[in-house]
Every structure is written in structure tokens, then in C-alpha cells.
């Protein structure tokens, strides 16, 4: 089984700062794909990594896949009240049509 | 449209009572899901449909049994509940093919708020 974890869990920080919310497993992933989630909202699909190494940029949201494709990271820059939520990690499951989340980070930014 | 709709938004039903959740998208995604999201925890996957049949099943109790009576629709139906059903269900759609090594991107409606008293 493969074991998933996000940190922190829990985040609470004033607009303009900075903050990395990690996602780190024991297995390798095919890909690895970034959700975040408002309240009382289904999951937004943010980004997908696919290969090792790989950092894509989102406006102010960085996504990094390590070069192992083991863990991932997301870096908010000067973090603004609408970027509260649930940031949830999922993996890729290779050939299987389930995605399975992470805890989650708990992210609250404010004004 | 690459939106996926669900009604109701809001359901509050007694234990005895039989309702349905519904789902739509039009963007020609074969793989539907539905989840269950309790408060403060990520969704936890119930039922995947593939091609308008059944491909998971997360040993879900038989008082959910979800359908899906074509490509575009997935419904939800609720029976003899209990109250820590209460949660938000969440449906979703992807274009990932089983078996195929395609990342399975998924877009998620806004979830059903149900509570059973």
C-alpha cells in the first residue's frame, strides 16, 4: 500500500507571505496531480507532474516533482485570501482510473 | 461545457426515506465517480463507472447503489441511510481509459451537502 503524506496540515498565514505545502510518499508516481478545494466546493484541478524534475508555474503557484517522482511540492508567493482552501496531492495510479487523496493541507490566508 | 452539474445541492432526508443524487457532464468523459467527503477529510472514492459500467466498487454498503443510464448521466440512490452518511458527495468525470497509462485528471462538481437525521 502506498503511503501518502501531506504537510503541514494545518497553515495559517497573514497576505504576502510565502508558504510550501509538501506531498511525500514511500512509492514512485507515474504523475502526480494538485487539487485545491474551497468550502462546500468539489476539488479544482490544479496542475499535473508527469516527470522527475519537473517545476511548473501557475501565476504566483509553483509545482515541483522530485527528481525521484516520490514527492511534490507547491510554493504560493505573495498569498493572497482567495488562495484559501484544501490543497489535496493525489498520485497517478498507473493504469487504474482511481485517484486516491492525500490528507490534505489546510491552507487559510488572512487579509 | 467542461462542467460537471449536481442536483440537489442540498438534501436532508430521514432513515426510512429513499432519495437520489444526480450527476451530468457533457464533455464526452467515459470514466464517472462518486465519492464521500466527510468534514475535515479528503474524498474517499465509493463507485467508478467506465464506459457506463461498473469498474469499482469501494465496498460501499448496498443502502448506496449508484446507475448510469448513459454516458453523460450518473445517479446515486439512497436508501435506508444512516446518520453518519451524512457528508458531501461528490461526483466526478475523467477521460482515463482503465488499463491505459494516462494520468486520470479529474473535474469534480460541486458535491451534494446531505444529511440524515
Known amino acids: 500500500t502506498q503511503l501518502l503524506e501531506q504537510s503541514p496540515q494545518f497553515l495559517s498565514i497573514q497576505e504576502g507571505e510565502n508558504l510550501t505545502v509538501y506531498c511525500n510518499s514511500s512509492?514512485?508516481?507515474?504523475?502526480l496531480q494538485w487539487y485545491r478545494q474551497e468550502p462546500g466546493e468539489g476539488p479544482v484541478l490544479l496542475v499535473t507532474?508527469?516527470?522527475?524534475?519537473e517545476v511548473k508555474k501557475l501565476k504566483r503557484l509553483t509545482f515541483q516533482f522530485g527528481d525521484a517522482r516520490k514527492d511534490s511540492s507547491l510554493h504560493i508567493t505573495a498569498a493572497q485570501p482567495g488562495d484559501t482552501g484544501l490543497y489535496l496531492c493525489?498520485?497517478?495510479?498507473?493504469?487504474?482510473?482511481?485517484?486516491?487523496f492525500g490528507k490534505g493541507t489546510k491552507l487559510t490566508v488572512n487579509p | 461545457d467542461t462542467e460537471v452539474t449536481q442536483t440537489p445541492k442540498h438534501l436532508v432526508m430521514g432513515m426510512t426515506n429513499k432519495k437520489s443524487l444526480k450527476c451530468e457532464q457533457h464533455?464526452?468523459?467515459?470514466?464517472m465517480y462518486w465519492y464521500k467527503q466527510k468534514a475535515k477529510k479528503p474524498p474517499e472514492l465509493m463507485f467508478v463507472y467506465s464506459y457506463e459500467k461498473l469498474s469499482i466498487n469501494e465496498s460501499v454498503p448496498s443502502r448506496f447503489s449508484p446507475e448510469c443510464p448513459n454516458s453523460s448521466l450518473l445517479n446515486l440512490h439512497l436508501h435506508a441511510l444512516q446518520p453518519e452518511d451524512s457528508a458531501l458527495y461528490l461526483c466526478?468525470?475523467?477521460?482515463?481509459?482503465?488499463?491505459?497509462?494516462?494520468?486520470?485528471?479529474?473535474?469534480f462538481g460541486p458535491g451534494t451537502r446531505l444529511t440524515v437525521l
Open positions: 512509492s514512485v508516481f507515474s504523475s
Open positions: 493525489a498520485p497517478g495510479q498507473g493504469g487504474s482510473e482511481k485517484l486516491v
Open positions: 464533455m464526452g468523459h467515459r470514466a
Open positions: 466526478a468525470s475523467s477521460n482515463k481509459k482503465a488499463g491505459t497509462s494516462g494520468s486520470s485528471e479529474q473535474f
Open positions: 507532474v508527469v516527470t522527475g524534475g
